[in-house]
């Protein structure tokens, strides 16, 4: 117990503090620079500090919701989805540098509270757990869609970013309906949305 309990704080702090790595190359990242203005590299930066921070959430999601299944095909699953998140996480990490911007300074608050929604949701059982991992992308997919919006459309290596990201949200979120994933509540799935706002609105700023 104590073992496990080492392995997963030392997880928490390699996620919120260490560089991540990505096994893919990163998207768009042999694409030229383009001539971004002031203004469009500070929105720029800001929409992928938020996708970042995103990132920092999932991964604590999905610790919290391994920890809690008792099915070794959906902790798997958790796992491989978990492994595609910390790409992307590489992904941001680099693009927010080479925009000139910052990561957030809430990252340690939102992995925490991130965690406990995950391990609460693991408790109502794989099939629930399984419909949060679910609702949590087709959410994430909707906010990337709309980042892809508002990105400056000459910022084609952000754009490359967010449009890999976007594909794979919806992979995992049809990984999980198709292991059996039940429909949440429309209550839960407004809590979700408004937690999701708070997070994009504050790290956009912070």
Known sequence: MLDQA????????????????????VPGDD????????AQKRHASALMRVNHC???CAQALYQGQALMSKDDSIRKALERASQEETEHLAWTEQRIAELGGRKSL????????????????????DRVNLGFLAET?????????GHLESLPPEDRKS???????????ISHAETAVRLGADELPAPVKAVMKLFSSVMTKTVYRI
Do not use: C
């Open 54 to 56: 995103g990132e920092i």
């Open 137 to 145: 992308e087709r959410q994430v997919e909707a906010h990337l869609h």
């Open 31 to 38: 694409l030229p620079d383009a001539p971004l203005d002031d």
């Open 106 to 125: 809430l990252n340690p608050l939102w992995y925490g509270s991130s965690l406990i929604v995950g391990m609460v949701a693991g408790k109502f059982g």
């Open 159 to 169: 754009r490359a970013i967010v449009e890999q990201m976007k594909a794979d949200e």
């Open 6 to 25: 080492i392995m997963q704080f030392d997880r928490a702090l390699r996620t919120v503090f260490a560089p991540a790595r990505s096994v893919r190359p």
